[in-house]
């Protein structure tokens, strides 16, 4: 079992960069593929980007594609998203969730984070 806690969200102007970090207790951490998923105010939650357990494998979500780059490092037991040219559409609250495979969908992702806020202004 792993519990993810998010940090690193912010307010940041169009362009800018930002890093986002997933800290997971647990020694299981590099078992599971993790993912990132955000949601705006009256939308759904949506993939971002996800990366399996040894880190060889990712995944992104068209619209962050170029921009954004899922990374892990093992042996500190944490995940990050590097988040380039920020756009105000990305603005949302950014989770973190670990799960057995790389894929799209929440349902296959067993642990959640609580989320950190990410606003981009224009």
């Known amino acids: 079992q792993v519990q993810p806690v998010e940090s690193g969200g912010g307010l940041v102007q169009a362009g800018g960069s930002l890093r986002l970090s997933c800290a997971a207790s647990g020694r299981t951490f590099r078992r599971y593929a993790m993912g990132w998923f955000r949601q705006a105010p009256g939308k759904e939650r949506e993939f971002v980007a996800a990366?399996?357990?040894?880190?060889?494998?990712?995944r992104y979500a068209d619209s962050v594609k170029g921009r954004f780059t899922i990374s892990r490092d093992n042996a500190m037991n944490t995940g990050y998203l590097q988040m380039n040219n920020l756009k105000p559409e990305d603005t949302a609250v950014y989770y973190c969730?670990?799960?057995?495979?790389?894929?799209?969908?929440?349902?296959?992702?067993?642990?959640w984070g609580q989320g950190t806020q990410v606003t981009v202004s224009s």
């Open positions: 969730a670990a799960g057995d495979l790389v894929v799209t969908s929440p349902y296959n992702y067993k642990y």
């Open positions: 990366i399996s357990g040894s880190g060889g494998t990712t």
